[in-house]
């Protein structure tokens, strides 16, 4: 299911239960109040560059210097849901957006080739792992992190997601509690 989908498709019921990544406010989400959540990572968002440090010379990139870095932005809904928030409905005039890719593997081919210069924004974890050549990356790319000073406060919450009190409708060996109890015991075990 694509991002896009992820709300109606739950709200619609056409799914139980969903894993997933939002934009979330940190701490408990009031926008996510009408779900159950169990929540699996939560990180921010950094940017890959393979501008030199003469053009993007800061060691993070704050909410009023984001919109002059040239950026690959994915088409996917959910990166686009922090800049909608952070920016507004219409952040494409807002910021200068040099090229729109559909997967982070691309805007990599794009940044590693040099036939774009910019920054692709993405999730921390995935800018480490390019750098650090566990994604294809290059020598020449660098992760500059976001700055604390975004508002509203978001970052990526990846968990498992339910519409509010539907698990108490069914019976404890119903398969939506089953799956429910094995992912919260399962994330339980990795907090340990």
């Known amino acids: 299911m694509r991002t896009r989908d992820f709300w109606s498709q739950l ?10 990544s939002v934009a979330a406010a940190p701490g408990r989400d009031p926008a ?5 959540v169990i929540e699996w990572h939560r990180e921010d968002l950094a940017l890959i560059t393979n501008l030199p440090v003469r053009e993007l010379p800061m060691t993070a990139v704050g909410q009023d210097r984001l919109p002059k870095v040239p950026l690959l932005t994915p088409s996917a809904v959910l990166i686009t849901e922090f800049l909608r928030r952070w920016y507004g409905p219409n952040f494409t005039t807002r910021l200068r957006i040099v090229a729109e890719v ?3 593997y691309y805007g990599l081919a794009l940044l590693r080739s ?7 924004i993405c999730a921390r974890a995935a800018a480490d792992a390019a750098v650090q050549g566990r994604l294809p ?3 020449g790319l660098r992760l500059v992190p976001l700055t604390d000073d975004y508002a509203p406060p978001l970052q990526l919450l990846a ?5 509010k009190g539907e698990r108490q409708l069914y019976d404890d060996t119903h398969p939506l509690n089953l799956l429910w109890d094995a992912f919260t015991a399962h994330t339980q075990h990795r907090s340990t």
């Open 114 to 120: 040099q036939l774009v210069r910019g920054a692709l």
């Open 102 to 104: 559909d997967s982070i």
């Open 159 to 163: 968990g498992i997601f339910a519409r």
């Open 11 to 20: 709200d619609a019921k056409g799914v139980d239960l969903i894993c997933g």
């Open 137 to 139: 990356g290059s020598p």
């Open 32 to 36: 996510l109040a009408d779900y159950d």
